[in-house]
């Protein structure tokens, strides 16, 4: 593996274990919200995370079609 991918991967990993503890601390915030405590606030906090993980889908989809195309390109030429 090169450096420039090691290092990559070395700051993928951080970014992993960093997200842990603001998850968490994210649940207990929402725990101790009554409404969220709720049917109406799990519904809501569930469609808000689909919606959210929908849009950041299509943008890393998005993204990657422009990549590949942008590679081809320099390909061809």
Known sequence: MKRGKWHLALWEIILI???V???RSVWMV???VEFMNQCAGILL?????MVLC??????????EKEQRAD???DNAR
């Open 45 to 49: 906090s569930f469609t808000g995370g």
């Open 17 to 19: 274990l960093g997200s």
């Open 30 to 32: 929402f725990d101790s």
């Open 54 to 63: 929908i849009m950041a889908l299509l943008a890393l989809n998005k993204t």
């Open 71 to 73: 590679s081809c390109h």
């Open 21 to 23: 503890p603001v998850f």
